[in-house]
């Protein structure tokens, strides 16, 4: 008896490709959930306040502030710490600080 081992491989290939396919189709609607959109858009919000407030500092001392704590101190900023970790980094006095903000995985 004779078996045509090309079909069968090429069921198997099929098959694989098929499932991929359906893979990678929930992956993007999963990363494209409503859910995941307003987590980066709270990011996104943290990080212009930040970065709107060093620039009032900058605008009103002629310095951007050293680091978070003297934005929080001095001109009224709040972030949500408990959430979300913020990294400021101030390369220099007279540079943007780059603000970076991450969901905290609790």
């Known amino acids: ?9 090429f069921k198997i290939v099929l098959w ?3 499932i991929i396919v359906c893979v990678f189709l929930v ?3 999963i990363a494209k959930s409503p ?9 996104e919000s943290i990080r212009a306040a930040v970065q709107q407030s060093a620039l009032q500092c900058y605008v009103v ?3 951007y502030p050293p680091d978070l704590k003297y934005l929080e101190d001095h001109y ?14 101030a390369f220099a006095e007279n540079q943007l600080p780059d ?8």
Do not use: I, P
């Open 61 to 63: 001392e002629g310095a």
């Open 1 to 9: 008896m004779y078996k045509d081992k090309t079909s069968s491989k």
């Open 76 to 89: 009224g900023l709040r972030v949500n710490t408990t959430d979300y970790y913020v990294v400021y980094d």
């Open 35 to 43: 859910a995941m959109q307003k987590n980066a858009d709270a990011e």
């Open 99 to 106: 603000v970076r903000v991450t969901k905290r995985v609790h």
């Open 16 to 18: 694989a490709l098929v």
């Open 27 to 29: 992956w993007f609607f």
